[in-house]
C-alpha cells in the first residue's frame, strides 16, 4: 500500500559508474519530482515531470538523466558518477502541478566510493 | 533568485509551545508549506498556506502574511515524537516548482 516507493533504498557505487534509481507511485498523481537532498539536509528541486512532460529542469549536471514511461513513474539515471553526487535522492508526487501537497518516496541513499 | 530564511536550530522542553518562523524572497508566490522530516526518513507534508491568516491542525498551526513575506510554525504541547527537522517552502511559479528553506532542527527535552 505504498503511495510513493523508490528502488533501490541504498546504492554504494565507485566513480565514474552509471546507475539509476525507479520510482513509482500509485496515488493516481499527474505531477512528480525528484530532489537531491545533502549531507547538511539542504532540498533541492532537480526535476519535475507533469503528464510524463519535463516541466522544470534545474540547474543540474546533463550527467542526470530523468526519464518517465508513464505517470505513475518516474526513474533517475545517473552517468560517470561522482564524488559529489553522494547524497539522499527524493522522489516525489503531487496531485498536479498546481497542487502544494507533495508525497515523499523514502529516499535511496547513494554513496559514490 | 529564491531565499527562504528559517533558524537552523530550536530547543524546547516537552510540554511547551515553539514557533518557527520563515521568512521569503522570491519572484513568485503560491503557497507556504511546512513539511517535517525525521532523522532517516522523508519529509511528510504538515501544513499550507495560500491566503493571509492562521491554519490549525490539531497541535500543529500555520501562519501567513503575504504582505510581509513571512510565516510561521507554531507546534503546542511539544512531545519528544516532535524532534525532528522542519522546512518551509515555497511554491513559487505556478508549474509545481516549491523551493525548500534549509531547515529548521528543533530538540524536544524531556
Known amino acids: 500500500d505504498t503511495a510513493v516507493s523508490q528502488t533501490p533504498k541504498y546504492l554504494v557505487t565507485q566513480m565514474g559508474n552509471d546507475k539509476s534509481i525507479k520510482c513509482e507511485q500509485n496515488?493516481?498523481?499527474?505531477?512528480m519530482y525528484w530532489y537531491k537532498q545533502d549531507s547538511k539536509k539542504f532540498l533541492k528541486i532537480m526535476f519535475s515531470?507533469?503528464?510524463?512532460?519535463?516541466?522544470i529542469n534545474e540547474t543540474v549536471p546533463n550527467r542526470f538523466s530523468p526519464k518517465s514511461p508513464d505517470k505513475a513513474h518516474l526513474n533517475l539515471h545517473i552517468n560517470s558518477l561522482e564524488l559529489g553526487d553522494s547524497a539522499v535522492y527524493f522522489c516525489?508526487?503531487?496531485?498536479?502541478?498546481?497542487?502544494?501537497?507533495?508525497?515523499f518516496g523514502p529516499g535511496t541513499r547513494l554513496t559514490v566510493l | 533568485g529564491q531565499s527562504l530564511e528559517q533558524p537552523s536550530e530550536v530547543t524546547a522542553v516537552e510540554g511547551a509551545i515553539v514557533q518557527i518562523n520563515c521568512t521569503y524572497q522570491?519572484?513568485?508566490?503560491?503557497?507556504l508549506s511546512w513539511y517535517q522530516q525525521h532523522d532517516g526518513g522523508a519529509p511528510t507534508f504538515l501544513s499550507y498556506?495560500?491566503?493571509?491568516g492562521l491554519e490549525e491542525t490539531g497541535r500543529f498551526s500555520s501562519f501567513l502574511s503575504r504582505s510581509d513575506s513571512y510565516g510561521y510554525l507554531l507546534l503546542q504541547e511539544l512531545q519528544m515524537k516532535d524532534s525532528a527537522s522542519y522546512f518551509c517552502?515555497?511554491?513559487?511559479?505556478?508549474?509545481?516548482?516549491?523551493?525548500f528553506g534549509d531547515g529548521t532542527t528543533l530538540t524536544v527535552k524531556p
Open positions: 516525489a508526487s503531487s496531485q498536479n502541478q498546481r497542487y502544494n501537497e507533495q508525497f
Open positions: 496515488l493516481g498523481h499527474d505531477t
Open positions: 515531470y507533469n503528464n510524463k512532460e519535463l516541466i
Open positions: 522570491t519572484s513568485g508566490f503560491y503557497g
Open positions: 498556506n495560500g491566503l493571509d
Open positions: 517552502a515555497v511554491r513559487d511559479t505556478n508549474a509545481g516548482k516549491s523551493t
